[in-house]
């Protein structure tokens, strides 16, 4: 069964999500500040964390860095009010897999959680992934071109992984912000466009004709490079 952390300093939305996820079949372990967290997170017991991002005493994004700083592997999804949706951003950069702002319907936590699940046993089953002279590493969030490592920002390489991560199935634009920007982030479809093309840039032989990225007319991108 799979344990997820769940850390509020909110009692009653601790015990709302709580009783959700427990119904969907996951054993909760609940923490109402960020020292608990960090040290429940770290026990050994715990498959994926949901952090808000403010907590009493060590804060949600603190939580997740010190997390990735001593080997925890597992998803975190961050959850704070819109207003402050920007430290969520910011916790994407320190490791955070994915986030939601409030408000949002517990469905969606469910299927956030579901989904980085599927991502966790992807990148176990196959945590580096070969195409021609790129290599994706989806457990150390590294891509390297030609043995040389590739810079990217953050929201560039959750782009790629998504794309990775569904090799061979078309998505769409909207399906791609969803992913990689999460579903009340307010970038347009055009953004997805001017991601994609500096991907290119970095990764394509000839981003003219692209082989790995390949454009699906009508309906969106597609990953299309073959893993060794």
Request: glycine letters at 10%; hydrophobic letters at 45%.
């Amino acid at each position: 069964m799979t344990a997820i952390l769940l850390a509020d300093a909110d009692a009653d939305r601790k015990s709302t999500l709580g009783d959700r996820l427990a119904r969907e079949g996951y054993e909760v372990e609940a923490a109402a500040d960020g020292d608990d967290a960090l040290a429940r997170a770290l026990s050994g017991g715990v498959d994926l964390a949901i952090l808000d991002a403010v907590l009493p005493g060590r804060s949600g994004l603190d939580v997740c860095l010190e997390l990735r700083n001593r080997g925890f592997a597992g998803p975190v999804i961050l959850v704070t009010d819109h207003a402050k949706a920007a430290e969520c951003v910011v916790g994407l950069r320190l490791g955070a897999d994915d986030f939601l702002t409030r408000p949002f319907d517990v469905a969606e936590l469910v299927a956030r959680v579901e989904a980085c699940m599927r991502g966790e046993r992807c990148a176990r089953a196959r945590s580096v992934c070969r195409f021609g002279t790129i290599e994706v590493d989806l457990r150390g969030a590294r891509v390297l071109r030609e043995g040389r490592e590739v810079a990217m920002s953050a929201r560039e390489y959750r782009l790629l992984r998504c794309l990775v991560e569904h090799a061979g199935i078309p998505l769409s634009r909207d399906q791609l912000l969803d992913r990689a920007w999460g579903r009340n982030a307010m970038p347009t479809p055009r953004t997805v466009d001017v991601h994609v093309a500096w991907l290119r840039r970095k990764l394509e032989a000839d981003p003219r004709r692209p082989t790995l990225i390949r454009t699906v007319h009508g309906v969106g991108y597609i990953f299309a490079g073959g893993a060794a």
